[in-house]
């Protein structure tokens, strides 16, 4: 165990102030945030048997403490009265943070994920890529005690929303591509307090919907209940109320000044430590780093690439009011379920996933309350009998640029430079999401007011300006997060993420911040097989958006280029007795590209088949080589069907030029010769014919449809594979010519 320093302050160590300063404790480590990393660092940094302080410029918000009031003024804004939320203008971006003990975990949505590893690239250092991080995350998943969605305890059932979204999802044939996330939400009675992990009394989930306004009933499983009640357990110091406002290294590490107590001035308060983390948020950690370089110069030396590398994790909210069906879509936590969706854009692909969410109703009678034109607006909603529990939001994370730069203001306050072009593609297929909803629900998917008016994007997960690099040319931190030329001075929070996670970043900062304070606490101490108590507890976390990220992976290598669906109605032709049988299918090509490289062309086949020789109907299955490279014949079908009774058949129908000429060429394309093969004997066979006829051929066409993300590629799609049929249907392909 380290001692607590006696140092004592030093007039040349840091620059003078006008302001009486107080002189609080001196300790081995200062931790400034509570949030994602800053608990990490000092429940480990207490647990490993160091004086550790940490400061927190929110308040201590208990359970029942949380604002409800509609008033705008009662405890919801940092900006009055020290609230619970920060709004930042950043000039080109809205970001939402949260002031409290217990930093965002405070107001977020639960959702513990982790960011597809193949999404990963060259801008991510190995020490925060999925590999290395891997176990990091079962241990913090562990710590929060994660666990996807459970039925409501007083109705036995998961949430109305989850099941619209997942109805909506199937509708959209990518349903694997969704999954229920784990949630760091305590399940169980809802009435009833017991101990989590950690000791601290918690109750069970009572499914508001409240999750992101914060959990006046405890099930919330946020920082203060787990990390942070560790390191107080011990012996770490949190101070609330203490907003940092300067840092400055001394002679035997470094000092802290904070602002506290009440008012707006407040006391200044100087701290001192050897060893100092920064996690107080992107925005507030880089903006900090900034003054000290650029205002304060006690930092004069920190990298050129402060403040880059900026990115708003692709965010994007939406609101939908669903007619259709009925139920409180309110209630359960705030988020669900997960969608992860590749799809194409400009010729590209582009990732992202969309999530649900709960919107209270508290915050549709506040916006009610501060929007104009209320009297009208309430006609209006009386007129089409608009419920708030039917609204359901939609937030989309994704891979923007991540070159946003954060720089100061005149103000010395964080701005930030960002271009919405470079997003452009990931912006446009986030937004048909909107289009998609309303033609499964019918109902009208609208963005929030910052971008849909004003094209500013709004961002609950601001990451990065803190790049790490192997040295000061490349970044302000190295690989173990210890800024550059600054002994003692670490970063440990989404600020030093290179880049966008894609997914809800919570998980990763935390995981990060487990990796690199182990690794300090092995340098600090000379042990390197130091590590945190709780690992004897850990076990594997399951992460179910790993199946989705490879599902959608294969669907997207599957379905390059689109695909295209269309039908197939043929008779059979029995001489004496007219129709005495029917074939009906459906063909499709999953992805055109693929087709055109296959010198088979195939196509899937999938339907019904009756024939005069065999009683009811026959399912049927197989492909369809349609004008193979070869040119013989010009189309085969290899079918698998099953008879009523069980018995399996193997057939092949066969079309094939028979004379010349276009008439020639139509009879050749509208006949088919079937041969079917009882599969368990094979001397057992069926022989016939089928005939397309004219009204066939029309229906068949007007059948055809495109498959695609939006209107432009299912349009492309459909051109593309007409052109290639005409071609084949007037002969124009040449014998050997692929796709």
């Known amino acids: 165990m380290r001692s607590r320093s006696s140092a004592k302050p030093s007039d040349n160590a840091e620059t003078e102030t006008a302001?009486?300063?107080?002189?609080?404790?001196?300790?081995?480590?200062?931790?400034?945030?509570?949030?994602?990393?800053?608990?990490?660092?000092?429940?480990?940094?207490?647990?490993?048997?160091?004086?550790?302080?940490?400061?927190?410029?929110?308040?201590?918000?208990?359970?029942?403490?949380?604002?409800?009031?509609?008033d705008l003024e009662e405890g919801w804004l940092w900006q009055a009265g020290h609230g619970l939320y920060d709004l930042r203008w950043l000039n080109s971006m809205l970001s939402l943070q949260a002031a409290?003990?217990?930093?965002?975990?405070?107001?977020?949505?639960?959702?513990?994920?982790?960011?597809?590893?193949?999404?990963?690239?060259?801008?991510?250092?190995?020490?925060?890529?999925?590999?290395?991080?891997?176990?990091?995350?079962?241990?913090?998943?562990?710590?929060?005690?994660?666990?996807?969605?459970?039925?409501?305890?007083?109705?036995?059932?998961?949430?109305?929303?989850?099941?619209?979204?997942?109805?909506?999802?199937?509708?959209?044939?990518?349903?694997?591509?969704?999954?229920?996330?784990?949630?760091?939400?305590?399940?169980?009675?809802s009435d009833t307090w017991s101990r989590n992990l950690h000791g601290v009394p918690q109750r069970g989930c009572a499914f508001l919907g409240e999750c992101v306004l914060g959990c006046n009933r405890?099930?919330?499983?946020?920082?203060?209940?787990?990390?942070?009640?560790?390191?107080?357990?011990?012996?770490?110091?949190?101070?609330?109320?203490?907003?940092?406002?300067?840092?400055?290294?001394?002679?035997?590490?470094?000092?802290v000044w904070s602002k506290e107590g009440e008012g707006?001035?407040?006391?200044?308060?100087?701290?001192?430590?050897?060893?100092?983390?920064?996690?107080?948020?992107?925005?507030?950690?880089?903006?900090?780093?900034?003054?000290?370089?650029?205002?304060?110069?006690?930092?004069?030396?920190?990298?050129?690439?402060?403040?880059?590398?900026?990115?708003?994790n692709g965010d994007q909210l939406a609101l939908a009011h669903i007619r259709r069906g009925d139920g409180d879509l309110t209630t359960g936590p705030t988020i669900t379920t997960t969608t992860v969706l590749d799809v194409?854009?400009?010729?590209?692909?582009v990732w992202f996933q969309v999530q649900d969410g709960a919107v209270p109703v508290v915050i549709s009678d506040m916006l009610d309350r501060l929007l104009p034109l209320q009297r009208l607006r309430a006609w209006w909603s009386r007129l089409r009998r608009n419920d708030p529990t039917r609204t359901l939001a939609l937030l989309s994370?994704?891979?923007?640029?991540?070159?946003?730069?954060?720089?100061?203001?005149?103000?010395?306050?964080?701005?930030?430079?960002?271009?919405?072009?470079?997003?452009?593609?990931?912006?446009?297929?986030?937004?048909?999401?909107?289009?998609?909803?309303?033609?499964?629900?019918?109902?009208?998917?609208?963005?929030?007011?910052?971008?849909?008016?004003?094209?500013?994007?709004?961002?609950?997960?601001?990451?990065?300006?803190?790049?790490?690099?192997?040295?000061?040319?490349?970044?302000?931190?190295?690989?173990?997060?210890?800024?550059?030329?600054?002994?003692?001075?670490?970063?440990?929070?989404?600020?030093?993420l290179p880049a966008s996670t894609g997914a809800n970043p919570s998980a990763t900062i935390l995981a990060g911040a487990e990796h690199a304070i182990e690794g300090l606490i092995r340098t600090l101490t000379g042990d390197s097989s130091w590590r945190a108590p709780e690992w004897d507890r850990v076990r594997p976390v399951p992460a179910p958006e790993d199946e989705a990220y490879e599902w959608i992976a294969r669907r997207r290598r599957d379905t390059a280029g689109d695909g295209i669906v269309f039908d197939e109605?043929?008779?059979?032709?029995?001489?004496?007795?007219?129709?005495?049988?029917d074939l009906q299918v459906r063909l499709e090509i999953a992805s055109l590209d693929r087709f055109h490289a296959d010198p088979e062309h195939r196509l899937a086949v999938d339907g019904t088949i009756t024939l005069a020789q065999l009683p009811g109907t026959l399912e049927m299955t197989g492909q369809l080589h349609m004008f193979p490279a070869d040119g013989k014949p010009l189309m085969r079908y290899e079918l698998r069907a099953t008879d009523p009774d069980g018995q399996i058949w193997i057939g092949e129908a066969?079309?094939?030029?028979?004379?010349?000429?276009?008439?020639?060429?139509?009879?050749?394309?509208?006949?088919?010769?079937?041969?079917?093969?009882?599969?368990?004997?094979?001397?057992?066979?069926?022989?016939?014919?089928?005939?397309?006829h004219p009204h066939n051929v029309l229906g068949n066409g007007l059948s055809l449809r495109g498959r695609g993300f939006t209107f432009p590629r299912r349009a492309q799609a459909l051109m593309t594979f007409s052109v290639f049929f005409i071609t084949g249907v007037l002969g124009l392909r040449r014998r050997g010519e692929g796709g």
């Open 569 to 581: 109605h043929m008779h059979e032709r029995v001489p004496g007795s007219g129709r005495a049988g």
């Open 100 to 189: 409290g003990w217990g930093g965002g975990s405070l107001v977020y949505a639960n959702v513990f994920a982790r960011p597809a590893a193949q999404t990963q690239d060259d801008r991510w250092p190995t020490t925060l890529r999925r590999e290395a991080l891997d176990p990091y995350y079962d241990l913090a998943g562990t710590m929060l005690g994660v666990t996807p969605v459970q039925p409501d305890p007083r109705t036995g059932v998961v949430p109305t929303r989850t099941n619209v979204v997942e109805d909506i999802v199937e509708q959209t044939q990518v349903r694997p591509a969704m999954v229920r996330p784990n949630l760091a939400v305590r399940f169980g009675a």
């Open 397 to 496: 994370m994704g891979h923007d640029s991540g070159t946003g730069r954060l720089e100061l203001d005149n103000r010395g306050q964080a701005r930030l430079r960002w271009a919405n072009r470079w997003q452009a593609r990931l912006y446009r297929a986030e937004e048909r999401v909107g289009p998609l909803i309303t033609r499964v629900t019918g109902s009208r998917v609208r963005s929030v007011i910052p971008w849909s008016i004003f094209k500013k994007p709004v961002t609950v997960h601001p990451l990065g300006g803190v790049p790490a690099g192997d040295s000061s040319d490349t970044g302000v931190v190295g690989r173990d997060l210890q800024v550059h030329g600054h002994p003692g001075l670490y970063v440990m929070d989404g600020a030093v």
């Open 344 to 349: 194409w854009e400009r010729s590209k692909p």
């Open 264 to 312: 707006s001035e407040g006391n200044l308060v100087q701290r001192r430590a050897t060893q100092l983390i920064l996690a107080a948020g992107s925005v507030a950690t880089t903006e900090l780093l900034l003054r000290s370089r650029d205002i304060d110069q006690t930092l004069p030396n920190l990298s050129a690439t402060l403040g880059r590398g900026f990115s708003g």
């Open 19 to 70: 302001e009486t300063v107080t002189e609080g404790e001196h300790g081995d480590a200062i931790v400034v945030g509570s949030g994602f990393g800053g608990a990490v660092a000092a429940a480990r940094l207490a647990q490993a048997g160091f004086s550790v302080t940490v400061l927190e410029r929110g308040r201590r918000w208990l359970p029942g403490q949380f604002p409800r009031s509609t």
């Open 654 to 692: 066969i079309k094939s030029q028979r004379g010349r000429g276009p008439l020639a060429r139509y009879r050749s394309l509208t006949s088919a010769e079937l041969v079917l093969r009882s599969e368990s004997d094979p001397s057992v066979s069926i022989r016939t014919s089928f005939v397309l």
């Open 218 to 255: 405890s099930a919330k499983n946020s920082l203060d209940l787990n990390y942070l009640a560790v390191a107080e357990q011990h012996g770490a110091t949190g101070v609330t109320g203490a907003e940092v406002t300067r840092i400055a290294p001394n002679e035997t590490g470094w000092s």
